[in-house]
T-cell receptor, first 115, second 108 residues
Framework: DTGVSQNPRHKITKRGQNVTFRCDPI?????LYWYRQTLGQGPEFLTY????????KSRLLSDRFSAERPKGSFSTLEIQRTEQGDSAMYLC???FGQGGSDEQYFGPGTRLTVT | AQRVTQPEKLLSVFKGAPVELKCNYS??????LFWYVQYSRQRLQLLLR??SRESIKGFTADLNKGETSFHLKKPFAQEEDSAMYYC??????????FGPGTRLSVLP
């Protein structure tokens, strides 16, 4: 197991297009998180799953964003009708346990550029 | 809304000098505080958490509820400590809130 993986690593898209990112967590981890990080800022929480259930979504997450984690394994984050403001690094993290404060293991991120 | 502030965007120190990276949070309950670190071309990773009360790579951090601070300290900085450091706060039901980060540069 090489840790959390994310694909693609880079994505360039035109404004208005839809994009989908994938995250494969560490295999035994039951929690999976999505964050967005823009230049000069720390990661900003978007949503998280415990197994296949999406338990929380940030108020900042617009209706254009949707995330799934079928079967409690990998997860996908889709952004519809992308806007230039969506350009950011999208980070996925996973953890094991019942407490929300368990150590999170981060993936390398997917850098999205919307032109 | 809970916030985590890190007043310094960049902190430069010489090798062997003490270093302190500041972190303040806004929450009046019983928070859980963390320091995450990102070395060049590596992933974000946990450095330490306040509940463990441990020293990792010579770094320590003490939670001061009165000052709502969780500053990260190391008595003698090493060049390999150069990295981006993020303070993070977790509160049940609120999830993680990260600060904007401080870039530590340890000069030879």
């Amino acid at each position: 197991d090489t840790g959390v993986s994310q694909n693609p690593r880079h994505k360039i898209t035109k404004r208005g297009q839809n994009v989908t990112f994938r995250c494969d967590p560490i295999s035994e981890h039951n929690r999976l998180y999505w964050y967005r990080q823009t230049l000069g800022q720390g990661p900003e929480f978007l949503t998280y799953f415990q197994n296949e259930a999406q338990l929380e979504k940030s108020r900042l997450l617009s209706d254009r964003f949707s995330a799934e984690r079928p079967k409690g394994s990998f997860s996908t984050l889709e952004i519809q009708r992308t806007e230039q403001g969506d350009s950011a690094m999208y980070l996925c993290a996973s953890s094991f346990g019942q407490g929300g404060s368990d150590e999170q293991y981060f993936g390398p991120g997917t850098r999205l550029t919307v032109t | 809304a809970q916030r985590v502030t890190q007043p310094e965007k960049l902190l430069s120190v010489f090798k062997g000098a003490p270093v302190e990276l500041k972190c303040n949070y806004s929450y009046s309950g019983s928070p859980e505080l963390f320091w995450y670190v990102q070395y060049s071309r590596q992933r974000l990773q946990l450095l330490l958490r306040h509940i463990s009360r441990e020293s990792i790579k010579g770094f320590t951090a003490d939670l001061n509820k009165g000052e709502t601070s969780f500053h990260l300290k190391k008595p003698f900085a090493q060049e390999e400590d150069s990295a981006m450091y993020y303070c993070a706060h977790y509160n049940y039901g609120q999830n993680f809130v990260f600060g904007p980060g401080t870039r530590l540069s340890v000069l030879p």
